[in-house]
């Protein structure tokens, strides 16, 4: 048998003709687990076979761990000859690849700093404190937000104050044109702008356009639904020359209207791509028939969406079950009782399981009780690995390194480790910089201005100096991440500030493994780029997914009960899974009580990808207690728990209630 006739024998009918359709524009538009991703990766698997070399494809999907399982699925597939590899990323890592080669077209150098979160915040913080007004009444998180929405939405400042309705609105929009500033004369971009500026880009250099699109004869995306407008304008203008253009994805999955991902680019597709062929896949791969029964029920609250139904090639299975608990921390001890039973009497391994939920405050008890008892655990789609203090100092000490002039990340670690640089020098080296227009790290080395200090200062602002001179020499000479990183925490001494900062062992021991963390990335990375540098490990972390905050090649490990937000499991199954916390105000969230239907249907899609993630066993629970802002307080069954049940008469008066009660809440506030 041919290797093509192998390949499409491992499909059925509609997901083979999806593969077999080698050109042209294509839409593949299914329910959960029915094979769109495998679809993807047969079909480049397939192109190759047919003549396309493998450097000529794009795939974009929607995370980089996504993006790495794909890869390696398709190199299971198909032997790829030498290192010739498709693209495949996020939109972010695509965006900042195209950025990094004509980055001066617009103004930036070609080696702009990338912003973080909080390089973010405290750009925002300094707008506020240069406003007449002080920036009454507005909070930088709110503010980093808005613009986030503002960006997903393709709209710079002016366009932002064009549409503002209130004077609040103007402000914080006036903010943000000061914030834009701020960051073109830093010469960076903020994790939103990779998109902004590449659409810019492509406006204002057609030929740019023409160059980045010549690169590719296909183009794939998984996961179409969540597309924001730049993401899209992107894609499709990227396609546009060849119309080779195959999209995926699942208008009941899309959860990131919030962030701009409109489900009418898919419903659009046959207006851009009017010769489009559109596959619908009907059959299940994933899960039983009581589970899919369940997500079906659910789904179906949702008014404005094709009707369809998921069936299960894989036939009947136990019923998911729904457990009631006291409080959050019998949730989790039940829980984990339940993971723990099927790992003792060898049913499952741990990493078979998943445990679901829909805000990072509830991980803490689960973690807690897998300490207890021993199971090891990891935790994916919590944002806190990379917005560590340790791992922000490290990451400002290496960006300092790679590009002297990014004054954010200077400023951060100038006194951090402590080294006697006070305040009063750091103002007096900001006013230097401000006043004669350089950059801070040039006056730092200034002769003029270091001869203002005492001795003992000025010897440790030397030493600092010589510090990032000896690092940024190391670097350049091609040194690996694991070592740079190595002798920076080394020369810092930084375990001892992790002491210094530390007001628990415990708390200095979760410091330490931070730093090992980020170790391990640096030592996956030198693993997986042997020509790579600096600018590029940087460039990696800096689009790492926030949803993925581990060492980025890490699999699944057989032997971790996996943790992981409902948004972070997009795209992923497990055998087993737990889906805790069904509760008013968590699920769907409180956010979106207030907000009307639109938000509640994509809380119920949400709960409808985490119900599609189960293989075989479906175990929802909810609490009838839940402690928050330290207050003990009663809690309601979700409404998605009544639909599920196919309870909608309790739905409905569940949801009138938590209607009503999160319009008290408005008032008095
Ligand atoms: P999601 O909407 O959650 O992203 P999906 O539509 O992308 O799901 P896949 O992840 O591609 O679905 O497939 C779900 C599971 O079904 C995978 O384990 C996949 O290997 C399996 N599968 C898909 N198609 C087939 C098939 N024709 N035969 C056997 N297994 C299949
Ligand atoms: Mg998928």
């Given at each position: 048998?041919?290797?093509?006739?192998?390949?499409?024998?491992?499909?059925?009918?509609?997901?083979?003709?999806?593969?077999?359709?080698?050109?042209?524009?294509?839409?593949?538009?299914?329910?959960?687990?029915?094979?769109?991703?495998?679809?993807?990766?047969?079909?480049?698997?397939?192109?190759?076979?047919?003549?396309?070399?493998?450097?000529?494809?794009?795939?974009?999907?929607?995370?980089?761990?996504?993006?790495?399982?794909?890869?390696?699925?398709?190199?299971?597939?198909?032997?790829?000859?030498?290192?010739?590899?498709?693209?495949?990323?996020?939109?972010?890592?695509?965006?900042?690849?195209?950025?990094?080669?004509?980055?001066?077209?617009?103004?930036?150098?070609?080696g702009?700093a990338?912003?973080?979160?909080?390089?973010?915040?405290?750009?925002?913080?300094?707008?506020?404190?240069?406003?007449?007004?002080?920036?009454?009444?507005?909070?930088?998180?709110?503010?980093?937000?808005?613009?986030?929405?503002?960006?997903?939405?393709?709209?710079?400042?002016?366009?932002?104050?064009?549409?503002?309705?209130?004077?609040?609105?103007?402000?914080?929009?006036?903010?943000?044109?000061?914030?834009?500033?701020?960051?073109?004369?830093?010469?960076?971009?903020?994790?939103?702008?990779?998109?902004?500026?590449?659409?810019?880009?492509?406006?204002?250099?057609?030929?740019?356009?023409?160059?980045?699109?010549?690169?590719?004869?296909?183009?794939?995306?998984?996961?179409?639904?969540?597309?924001?407008?730049?993401?899209?304008?992107?894609?499709?203008?990227?396609?546009?020359?060849?119309?080779?253009?195959?999209?995926?994805?699942?208008?009941?999955?899309?959860?990131?209207?919030?962030?701009?991902?409109?489900?009418?680019?898919?419903?659009?597709?046959?207006?851009?791509?009017?010769?489009?062929?559109?596959?619908?896949?009907?059959?299940?791969?994933?899960?039983?028939?009581?589970?899919?029964?369940?997500?079906?029920?659910?789904?179906?609250?949702?008014?404005?969406?094709?009707?369809?139904?998921?069936?299960?090639?894989?036939?009947?299975?136990?019923?998911?079950?729904?457990?009631?608990?006291?409080?959050?921390?019998?949730?989790?001890?039940?829980?984990?009782?339940?993971?723990?039973?099927?790992?003792?009497?060898?049913?499952?391994?741990?990493?078979?399981?998943?445990?679901?939920?829909?805000?990072?405050?509830?991980?803490?008890?689960?973690?807690?009780?897998?300490?207890?008892?021993?199971?090891?655990?990891?935790?994916?789609?919590?944002?806190?690995?990379?917005?560590?203090?340790?791992?922000?100092d490290l990451l400002a000490y290496l960006k300092l390194v790679q590009r002297p002039e990014d004054d954010?990340a200077l400023l951060r670690v100038i006194n951090t480790p402590?080294r006697g640089i006070?305040?009063?020098?750091?103002?007096?080296l900001?006013?230097?910089s401000?006043?004669?227009?350089r950059p801070v790290w040039r006056v730092l080395n200034d002769p003029?201005w270091l001869?203002?200090l005492?001795?003992?200062v000025q010897q440790a602002v030397k030493e600092f100096a010589a510090l990032v001179e000896q690092l940024r020499h190391q670097a350049r000479s091609g040194c690996?991440m694991?070592p740079l990183l190595e002798q920076l925490i080394r020369q810092t001494d930084y375990?001892?500030?992790?002491?210094?900062?530390?007001?628990?062992?415990?708390?200095?021991?979760?410091?330490?493994?931070?730093?090992?963390?980020?170790?391990?990335?640096?030592?996956?990375?030198?693993?997986?780029?042997?020509?790579?540098g600096l600018r590029?490990?940087l460039?990696?972390?800096?689009?790492?997914?926030?949803?993925?905050?581990?060492?980025?090649?890490?699999?699944?490990?057989?032997?971790?009960?996996?943790?992981?937000?409902?948004?972070?499991?997009?795209?992923?199954?497990?055998?087993?899974?737990?889906?805790?916390?069904?509760?008013?105000?968590?699920?769907?969230?409180?956010?979106?009580?207030?907000?009307?239907?639109?938000?509640?249907?994509?809380?119920?899609?949400?709960?409808?990808?985490?119900?599609?993630?189960?293989?075989?066993?479906?175990?929802?629970?909810?609490?009838?207690?839940?402690?928050?802002?330290?207050?003990?307080?009663?809690?309601?069954?979700?409404?998605?728990?009544?639909?599920?049940?196919?309870?909608?008469?309790?739905?409905?008066?569940?949801?009138?209630?938590?209607?009503?009660?999160?319009?008290?809440?408005?008032?008095?506030?």
């Open positions: 048998m041919s290797q093509s006739k192998r390949l499409l024998a491992e499909l059925n009918p509609a997901q083979r003709q999806a593969v077999e359709t080698l050109a042209g524009p294509l839409l593949v538009l299914a329910g959960a687990g029915t094979g769109k991703t495998r679809v993807v990766t047969y079909r480049m698997a397939n192109l190759i076979l047919h003549g396309t070399p493998p450097q000529r494809m794009l795939a974009v999907t929607f995370t980089r761990k996504a993006a790495g399982e794909m890869l390696a699925r398709l190199k299971r597939l198909i032997r790829l000859r030498g290192n010739r590899c498709p693209t495949v990323g996020t939109f972010h890592s695509l965006c900042l690849e195209i950025l990094r080669r004509h980055a001066p077209r617009l103004g930036f150098p070609r702009f990338i912003y973080d979160r909080g390089d973010q915040l405290g750009v925002i913080r300094s707008v506020l404190r240069e406003l007449a007004t002080g920036g009454v009444g507005f909070r930088p998180a709110d503010l980093a937000a808005l613009f986030s929405t503002w960006k997903a939405q393709g709209l710079w400042p002016h366009q932002a104050a064009a549409k503002a309705l209130d004077d609040r609105t103007h402000v914080a929009a006036m903010i943000y044109r000061r914030y834009q500033n701020t960051l073109r004369l830093a010469g960076a971009m903020d994790f939103d702008d990779l998109l902004l500026m590449t659409e810019r880009l492509f406006e204002e250099h057609p030929q740019v356009l023409e160059e980045e699109a010549a690169r590719f004869d296909h183009v794939l995306v998984d996961e179409y639904q969540d597309t924001n407008p730049p993401q899209y304008r992107i894609i499709r203008r990227l396609a546009a020359p060849h119309g080779n253009f195959c999209a995926v994805g699942d208008d009941d999955q899309s959860i990131y209207s919030w962030r701009g991902a409109e489900v009418e680019h898919i419903l659009r597709f046959r207006r851009d791509w009017p010769q489009a062929r559109i596959v619908r896949l009907e059959e299940n791969y994933r899960s039983t028939q009581p589970i899919l029964d369940m997500a079906n029920r659910v789904i179906a609250f949702n008014l404005a969406r094709h009707p369809k139904k998921l069936r299960s090639a894989r036939g009947p299975g136990p019923k998911p079950r729904i457990v009631a608990y006291e409080d959050e921390e019998e949730e989790a001890r039940g829980t984990v009782a339940q993971i723990q039973a099927a790992v003792r009497s060898r049913q499952a391994r741990p990493g078979d399981h998943a445990v679901l939920f829909r805000t990072n405050d509830q991980l803490r008890p689960f973690e807690a009780e897998l300490r207890r008892v021993g199971l090891d655990y990891t935790v994916v789609g919590s944002t806190s690995f990379f917005d560590r203090k340790e791992v922000r954010v402590g006070g305040q009063q020098t750091v103002e007096s900001l006013a230097c401000v006043r004669q227009s003029q001869g203002g005492s001795p003992r690996e694991h375990p001892r500030e992790i002491q210094r900062i530390s007001k628990t062992q415990d708390e200095a021991r979760q410091r330490q493994q931070a730093v090992e963390g980020l170790l391990e990335t640096a030592a996956a990375f030198d693993r997986e780029h042997t020509a790579g590029e490990f460039d990696q972390v800096a689009v790492a997914d926030r949803a993925f905050a581990t060492a980025e090649n890490e699999r699944f490990d057989a032997d971790k009960v996996v943790l992981i937000t409902l948004h972070g499991a997009k795209g992923l199954e497990f055998p087993r899974v737990f889906f805790v916390g069904l509760e008013e105000g968590l699920l769907p969230h409180r956010h979106s009580l207030a907000e009307g239907d639109r938000a509640i249907d994509e809380e119920r899609r949400l709960c409808y990808v985490g119900i599609t993630r189960a293989q075989d066993v479906l175990v929802l629970s909810y609490c009838r207690h839940r402690t928050r802002r330290g207050r003990r307080r009663p809690s309601t069954p979700s409404r998605f728990l009544y639909e599920a049940a196919g309870q909608a008469d309790m739905a409905r008066q569940v949801a009138q209630l938590a209607g009503q009660v999160a319009a008290r809440e408005q008032t008095s506030r």
